[in-house]
């Protein structure tokens, strides 16, 4: 499995991560292949540089990280294109619910074990005090990226695991996380 630093863009001046809940897997993977067939067929936005789609492990969503060279270059996108994209995929997946962008920067990451594959990316937001807490080894731990929110209060932390097992005796019931695994990347030519 490709691992997250693989993902990440030196030149993204900002990280974009939405999360769409559709309740079950089918819904998901319809809903991520109709935005994919999107992509695929349109023209590449100026100022994106990546754009990668997880799928939830327990089904129930998605989850999107897009790296742009700025905020600005996506929100001119976002004012242009967003909607007709969203629409066409609404009208194949109808009622998928959208918690909100956030938009983030990532400020470091710990890489325990550059060597193993990751099965299984572990995503949480917390407070931005509590992130530097969360690189801690533990087994199959690989590595913990933070990324700190541009309101200053929050972070995405991304985490890399061996495989889920590993994750779930690591967190001993802990539920503010969700698991994804990676379905598609768009990387773009700068």
Known sequence: MTRFLDLVCPAAGTALWSEWLTST???????????????????????????????SMDGAGLLFHAQWTSDEAHLAWARARRAGVVSRVDTLVPGIERPGLTRTRLHHSVVHDAE????????????????????VPAPGLLAVHVHLATDGGRAI????WTDASSHEAATAGDVSFKRYTLYHSFVDDV
């Open 25 to 55: 897997a089918e819904r998901s993977r319809a809903a991520a292949d109709a935005l994919i067939d999107e992509w695929a067929a349109a023209a590449t936005p100026s100022g994106r540089l990546a754009q990668h789609v997880y799928l």
């Open 116 to 135: 193993r594959p990751a099965g299984v990316f572990v995503v949480s937001t917390m407070a931005a005090g509590d992130a530097e807490a969360t690189g």
């Open 157 to 160: 932390v991304v985490t890399e």
